[in-house]
T-cell receptor, first 112, second 113 residues
Framework: GQNIDQPTEMTATEGAIVQINCTYQTSGFNGLFWYQQHAGEAPTFLSYNVLDGLEEKGRFSSFLSRSKGYSYLLLKELQMKDSASYLCAVRDGTDSWGKLQFGAGTQVVVTP | EAGVVQSPRYKIIEKKQPVAFWCNPISGHNTLYWYRQNLGQGPELLIRYENEEAVDDSQLPKDRFSAERLKGVDSTLKIQPAELGDSAVYLC???FGSGNTIYFGEGSWLTVV
């Protein structure tokens, strides 16, 4: 099984930077995903990490440390539209498929 | 290119009534998933299809839930009879193979009263 922990809520000011941490305990590991979900909408894919290190994609970056069971999503130059829930999801490596399990999500509130 | 399409978008039913949700995955995606998402929680997998075969249904409450994907494209998820605790968002998702990025539909919001 897996345990995925992320903070429930974070608040930041427009233009600032926010870092959302995610820790996981898995029986095997085959990649970590970050999804963004606006209220009432579908989760949309943001990033994927399978090797240690930082993946940068515009204002969003995601970091992974497999030895520490740790990832973070970094949101830079925050905009009001970034107010959403951010879901950390881990694919385990116990079978050929690798089930994707989601954390409960971190609600990011961007204030003016 | 069209994304994952789901219907209905919203459904309110009385407990003990049946309900069905339909999903059309992204064209070319052979893997289809049904997830359930409760308020304030992440999605939880109910069932995964590889083409027409259900290869992981371990989390599907089989006493009242059923799903099918007869021609390996569209899928239907049914609940009969519905209970109050089934109120949730039912998300369909698809991917090109099991190991690749999963793309979600907008979900079917179910309220059981």
């Amino acid at each position: 099984g897996q345990n995925i922990d992320q903070p429930t809520e974070m608040t930041a000011t427009e233009g600032a930077i926010v870092q959302i941490n995610c820790t996981y305990q898995t029986s095997g590991f085959n990649g970590l995903f970050w999804y963004q979900q606006h209220a009432g909408e579908a989760p949309t894919f943001l990033s994927y990490n399978v090797l240690d290190g930082l993946e940068e994609k515009g204002r969003f970056s995601s970091f992974l440390s497999r030895s520490k069971g740790y990832s973070y999503l970094l949101l830079k130059e925050l905009q009001m539209k970034d107010s959403a829930s951010y879901l950390c999801a881990v694919r385990d490596g116990t079978d050929s498929w690798g089930k994707l399990q989601f954390g409960a999500g971190t609600q990011v509130v961007v204030t003016p | 290119e069209a994304g994952v399409v789901q219907s209905p978008r919203y459904k309110i039913i009385e407990k003990k009534q049946p309900v069905a949700f339909w999903c059309n995955p992204i064209s070319g995606h052979n893997t289809l998933y049904w997830y359930r998402q409760n308020l304030g929680q992440g999605p939880e997998l109910l069932i995964r299809y590889e083409n027409e075969e259900a290869v992981d249904d371990s989390q599907l409450p089989k006493d009242r839930f059923s799903a099918e994907r007869l021609k390996g494209v569209d899928s239907t998820l049914k609940i009969q009879p519905a209970e109050l605790g089934d109120s949730a968002v039912y998300l369909c998702a698809s991917s090109f193979g099991s190991g690749n990025t999963i793309y979600f539909g907008e979900g079917s919001w179910l309220t059981v009263v």
